[in-house]
């Protein structure tokens, strides 16, 4: 992991996302947000443990995991504008950006609707033979979707190479992964299933991309799946109509206090060597590319109904054909 | 005596009366305690009835309408809440396999007094994952009810009614109503499910509508009046049972009908009130052809233009039934 | 040439001749390996492509289906069997949620070219979870396509054109037919996606059937014959997208329309062949009602003198078609 | 547990399901078949340990839970001969029986329908402060399915007195539990949900009922939900598709080698001292009790079709009026 990289990739993230948080209020967005504000060294570490060609799944907090992976920030943006220069052309939002050429396969509005379409990339991968490996973030919420479980025991059997991603902020929505989950740790759960599991620090970058690179080279060995908790915490409600009533304000200034950006910024410093102007000039280019995001996708079209209704369906080899022209 | 309240708060009130008056009534669901819900419907029933009562569940739709069903078989008569009416693709198999045909599958032995209820439609920017208006699929399983309540009075008279009933009740509410205000009587007038309502009455044409539709359809008719058009506004309120005898009386005096749906029209549900009409003795007393004006035949969008182009609005309600009316 | 072959034959050599011509078609599904399938189809395939391509999975239909759908989008053709089309139900999200719409939702930057197979109907005595027919569901769903593939040739061709459709094609084969022989050319002769067959040309009335019911409704229009009454039969083989032009001309022609399902009456797919017709300019042709014959508004039951009762059977047809012509 | 009761109780179900396939084979019963000859032992140990009240969810392999629990033989064959007699009229069969009154919730058709409502029962005991306690079963393929997951999450979460018996009988229709589950016991799944989890011989009556008085002891007492899991067989194949091309002929012969009933038939002789006229008296008496069944079966009235119809709804308290009755 390119160390300068991955503090860039945070910014991006954190910026990205306070941008979001702005437009919203200022009402030039509309629908829901599901922010990533103080999560942002899992998708930065994990996905840097990928290489070309490999994919992810996201869940609907993707803007981090849409970024780590490589998606192009005005297009995100756009997407979020509901223009149609964006990702998904106005008709996905934040809920389902993807950027599939590069291997995400997007983000998803459904809980644990992710895992089993992440085992499936994942064995695609091994029946096309290629070294590909599959990353499914999810939630910690997720756990407790059977479509979770299914994921988890069909990849465990055929040995896939996917990494299953727990990005654990101790909460979803309202409930306590504590309360919910009666064990110590979600990383628990992967022996029932008969594989390993780990939890790292989710704020610290290194831990999270160490420990998703062993993961990934299990997978890519042939090795078969990982399951790997991060621990990790929301700064912002859920979503808008968070009142934050499930957790005490005492908690939320903790781990604010734990910011993984500042974190790396320390480790950066101190172990690196980097200075502070250069750290600043990191945050400064991220700046101008965040303004640059927004102007892309303020300037982008409104998507056409026509094209909308035209693009329910891929184009197939034949289509039906008028009664006069049929034998 | 009337007063003001939302959608929300009727759902809420009549929750509220349902487990004062019946310890057997619970509600469960994900978030429905110290978050409220997620919009809110819950707020703060969990501090007047308790956390045994108002029940915070892991996500698992599948799992808690599973156990709503075995604890409607053993004597409860649980509220689950489904999040976004989206999410019973989760639960589909207790829906339907389990909830709707229990009854009739154990010979008459046990009763399912289950209701789900879940918020559907779009217009709020939510997208194709969290707008889906999918009354149809549930008004052809054989078993169940399903209830579509278009305002504050109905949403607390309906989840009453179905909270009385021994069968699986499906109520469908709207997201787009939920904080939308209502003259409300002081107590809920207790309904029966499968009585609908004609909503305004009218003698040109005849317009049968569900949920937001139903006010989107009663604007309408205020702006044909004005055209000089006379427009009938039926709500079923109930679409299983469906209050047949009411559309076709209707019908019969009009002799024209506009059918209003949010969903999709492909395999809708206005496609069995169409053909009800259609089969039916008054096929004879239509002047004109039955006109559906549905969502159209796509995911909901995120865009809000999109969005809101993808379902009827009150400008596509006066349009479709003015050309109906000038028609033949 | 022609030959003879089994339903559940002509499946499995489709699938056979996929996926030897195209090896990134696969097959998976409970029990699809070395037991053959529930009924028989895959039989001998995994001996033929290995374990590899045919895969047995555990049970598990949400993750299955999900699989499938996230080895579409990566570059494979995979098929799904699920065992027992009830079973959808607990794979609705990824069918419904994710696979129909992920083409849309991405703005087109993604493609699903997955075929999910799935057994419908009743009759063998398999009761209310294991015997429904669902199409109406599917139908409904923007993003999706369904076939119904009615006799052997199409069992073939359909699945055949299914997997050369860039989309999700749900393919609802039915129970009764598996073991059924059928006259079958040579080779699979190519097939479109929506468009439907004059199964059997007449004058008098129109009969629009799906499945099993298109071969009773066969049946039935000799018998009529005998009557003096020419039925004409009309399969639309896929139901989405529907061949509505096939439909119009038909009832254009004849006058009188019947449209047979197996599944429960409410809310089912010929709702909206009857809604289509009713609205369209043909609706000036009818000389009588639209007349809908389909399964009653019940799950299926156990006992076989119920279960029989339950669907419609080829006297009942007989019965509906002569009491239509015989009307106005 | 009264041994003499439990060696009844086996035969029962060993000849009722004998004779279920003797009137298959002449073609007097239709529709599907699964037979649990050589499970035995799973259902009457466990039902054993239930006191009145108690509560089970079943399996499309249910007749010996069924019949464990106490139901009525004339009742049960009447129904699988889709008689207006049978538990449910003719509308249910062998899928669907169910005897509500004592507390058998039913049958289940589809795999891990049962576990959710199990649950759900469960929590209807706690919420009606009765000490009623559900047993769940559930073969080992029903873990492969998200239902059974979600159920036993929400009942580990709300610690409910449920007990999940998983009839580890090796197969799920074909596919092999060992190969599909990569864990050494189903039990050591019971972790990752915080519970305790069990395996025991499934073929041993006293071991059976042992386990589960255990487990039902704690749910009673409020200490929440047990897994358990019972090592069995099922001598026949899956369903009457079946040709057993899964397994191999030895292993069924083995397993059948170690019949549970005559292994119970030796304790009770050598242990406990009954003679063989005692142990040849009692399964007289159920050959008799299983003749009476299938007369009382096959003597029942056809179902009409106008009570099925009247038979979807239960009755309301108030129905829709006629139009000219409204206000
Ligand atoms: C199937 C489904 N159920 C419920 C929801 C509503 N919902 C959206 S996010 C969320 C919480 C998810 O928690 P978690 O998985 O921990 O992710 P986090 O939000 O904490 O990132 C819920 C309940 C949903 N989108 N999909
Ligand atoms: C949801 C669902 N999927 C598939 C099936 C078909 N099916 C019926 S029984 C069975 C095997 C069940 O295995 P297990 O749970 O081990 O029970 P066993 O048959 O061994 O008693 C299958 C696949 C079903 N009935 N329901
Ligand atoms: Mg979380
Ligand atoms: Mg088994």
Redesign the pocket.
Known sequence: MDAMDAYRTMWRIRLFEEAVEDLYGRGMMHGTM?LSIGQEAVPTGACAALKDGDQITS???GHGHCIAKGADLGRSMAELLARDNGYCRGRGGSMHIADVATGNLGAN????GGPPIAAGAALSNKLRGTDQVCLCF?????VG?GAWHEAMTLASMWNLPVVFIC?N?K???SMSSEKAFKVEHMSDKAAGYGIPGETVDGNDVEAVHEAVARAVARARAGEGPTFIEALTY?WRG?SKSDKNLYRTKEEIAQWRADDPIAAFAAVLHDREEVTQEQLNAVQDEVRTEIREAVRFGTQGEEPTVEAMMAGIYAPSPVDPRPLEARA | MSRTMTYAEAVREAMATAMTNDERVFLMG??VGVYGGAFGVSNDLYERFGTDRVRDTT?S?LGIVGMGVGAALTGMRPIVEI?FSD?LC?AMDQVVNQAAKLHFMVGGQAEVPLVIRAPGGSGTGAAAQHSQSLEAWFAHVPGLKVVMPSNATDAGSLLLAALDDPNPVLVLEHKLLYKQSFEVPDEFPSARLGEGRIEREGSDLTIVATSVEVQRSVQAAEQLAEQGISAEVIDPRTIKPLDVPLILQSVARTGRVLLVQEAPKFAGFMAEVAATIAESEVFGDLQAPIRRLCGLDTPIPYSPTLEKASVPQVDDIVREAAALVGEW
């Open positions: 599901h869940t609907h907090r509005g459904i809980v644990a999810h939630g910690d919420g997720a979707e990005e902020n909460y979803g929505m929301r859920h | 994900e978030d996500i739709e999040q999410f989760q």
